[in-house]
């Protein structure tokens, strides 16, 4: 029998072994040194002035909604996204007012968004959806004339680029994360990146309690004149990343670029199987834009019965995302957006990680093949009949 093939993998090696061996050696693995290398390479990687490194992205959303002000305010979003992206919104005290997609990228609509925007509109919060790039030269000009904060939702989107510059980087914050699944993983965790000092600041005091001056900054080792003594001077969180996943995310850091060309290779192999498949489309990819292929993401008639027929051969699948705006925790925030009503039930992820072979991505392009090629045989079978 042949060996389920997963839709997603992390790839994991000796020197992420070594990486989590040696922290716990150390016998510090909270924060500390590693976590401060890994906001420091990862600032440098995005090329912005301040990395915060944090046990989530929706810590990072949090946190970064809360530095907006954004509490009594609206907040312009996508529905096709994560949960957690709105729930973030809500816990900053901020109103979410969902936007439309675009129907071949899952993308913000613009237009739609700018329709949307009001006097109590603070904040844009833009997910670039599996790693393709919103277009963000007009939601940047959008923002700048109506005085928003742009916060990027790069979870999906680490080494994916804009024009040339690293997604995360082009707002006024980013947020990444690295769960399991992700391009490069810590286990958990999550990145806040920003080039404003002040928010930067504000984040490294919220993330420990609101303290103002965390334990490795008190007690590390050798350090002179010790004090125990610190500040509170707000309500804060424990949102810290430990030293234990900040050694994995530096040893992930080294093979990101290669995992991600590997997962271009393959996207590039989905696109080129189903281009004479006009049932079965891969999502766009725009020419302003390097994606860091996340997910692969096609859109099929029958997508149900697509993941039945794709399980029932040993193939994950799964669908990104149930729109937030049909959930219930979300109702008194819901509208009517035509594309993403219409798409979302079209919409299916399939095999895609940097540990996924071509034999394997053979297996997936031919089950679903299969599957389009008996869909066509039951309805001129129904058309006969």
Same mark, same amino acid.
């Given at each position: 029998m042949e060996e389920r093939i997963r839709l997603f993998r992390p790839a994991f090696g000796e020197a992420e072994k070594k990486a989590l061996c040696d922290t716990i050696d150390s016998m510090w693995v909270g924060r500390g040194p590693q976590s401060i290398a890994f906001e420091e390479r990862f600032a440098e990687y995005v090329g912005v002035k301040h990395a915060v490194a944090l046990n989530s992205a929706t810590a990072a959303l949090h946190l970064g909604l809360v530095c907006a002000e954004v509490e009594g305010q609206e907040v312009l979003t996508s529905s096709l996204t994560w949960v957690s992206s709105t729930e973030s919104i809500l816990l900053a005290g901020g109103r979410p007012v969902f936007c439309d997609v675009e129907a071949d990228t899952l993308n913000i609509d613009v237009e739609d968004m700018e329709r949307k925007i009001t006097p109590t509109t603070r904040a844009i919060v833009v997910t670039h959806y599996g790693g393709q790039a919103c277009d963000m030269d007009p939601i940047l000009e959008l923002a700048r004339a109506h005085g928003l904060t742009v916060i990027e939702d790069a979870a999906?989107?680490?080494? =994916?680029?804009?024009?040339?510059?690293?997604? =995360?980087s082009l707002g006024d914050i980013g947020c990444f994360s690295f769960q399991a699944t992700k391009n490069m993983t810590t286990g958990d965790g999550g990145m806040m990146v920003t080039n404003d000092e002040a928010i930067a600041t504000r984040v490294r005091k919220l993330r420990w309690c609101g303290i103002t001056k965390p334990t490795w900054e008190r007690f590390r080792p050798g350090q002179i004149n010790r004090s125990w003594v610190y500040e509170v001077e707000e309500v804060g969180y424990k949102y810290e990343m430990t030293d234990l996943a900040a050694a994995l995310g530096l040893a992930q850091m080294d093979r990101l670029e290669q995992n991600n060309e590997r997962r271009r290779e393959l996207m590039a192999g989905y696109r080129e199987a189903f281009a004479d498949v006009p049932e079965v489309q891969p999502l766009a990819a725009r020419d302003y834009a390097l994606s860091s292929c996340y997910n692969a993401v096609i859109r099929v008639e029958g997508r149900d019965e697509l993941y039945a027929h794709l399980d029932a051969d040993g193939i994950d699948s799964n669908v990104h995302f149930y729109p937030n705006h049909l959930l219930k925790i979300f109702r008194?925030?819901?509208?009517?957006?035509?594309v993403t009503e219409e798409v979302w039930e079209q919409i299916l992820s399939v095999p895609l990680h940097p540990l996924l072979t071509d034999v394997e991505q053979r297996r997936v392009v031919a089950s679903i093949r299969s599957f389009v090629q008996g869909a066509q045989g039951s309805s001129t079978q129904a058309v006969a009949g």
């Open positions: 999906h989107a680490c080494g =994916g680029l804009y024009k040339g510059k690293s997604l =995360g008194p925030y819901t509208t009517r957006l035509p």
